[in-house]
């Protein structure tokens, strides 16, 4: 299941996607995400699923890598349908045993919510898939550079954002290699009540914080020894420019969000 968790995962290619400028890529997942939680007709999300299947098919990402990076989310998009289904009022029933009852509302809102959570994690794998942790790091600084005036340390925040998204694969592997050296040693973890697993994670739990601890420690040591000293008067070997893909990439993203206005205007 560790090996399944493909966020922070950079797929090199030389796409159009790939080629867009990484500020021009963080406005559009910004822009995708509001539009995406606009949308309350099944016509906007079928428009929101085309947008998908569209950058998949230009980014040459396959179906299979989403699949792969869902299914560590399927407990949570099993128990947001469960809430909506079965919480939720309304005087449409559909079925009813005792005290569990289920409604069309409810019905519509989980399939919805699902969607929704479905739609949501896919767009954010397809930034990282198709950006390097470093571009997104110096398109978000970029991004941020105003704030600079109000003395928001935005070098460092981009920076641990860059450094969260690098570590994320290397953790999950550290953390399969210690799960299986415990099953080497007898350790069960896969069987038993709920309380009982959790208890069984806590051997695992002890060796990754310290494994971790112990490459932020040799991280730092690094940087020192590179003579790291901030943001401040830092040079960039690849300097960003937009270009006519960018500009189209705006155009296809205002006509994206214009037809999910329009789509909730007319209630389709």
Known sequence: MLKDITLGQYFPGDTPVHNLDPRTKLLLTVVYIAG???VNTWGGYALVFAALCAVMAVSRIRPRALVKGLKPLVF??????????????GDDILFQWRFIRVTQTGLKR???MVLRVLFLVSGTFLLTYTTSPLAITDGLEKLL???KKLHVPVYELSLMMCIALRFIPTLIEETDRIMSAQKARGADLETGTLP???KALLPLLIPLFISSFRRADELALAMECRCYNGGEGRTRMKQLHMTWRDAAAFVLGALFVGAILLLRRLGI
């Open 36 to 38: 995406l939680f606009t």
């Open 76 to 89: 949570i998009i099993v128990f947001t349908a469960v809430l909506n289904l079965f919480f939720t009022a």
């Open 110 to 112: 989980a399939v919805a």
């Open 145 to 147: 550079g105003p704030l």
């Open 196 to 198: 009982e697993r959790a």
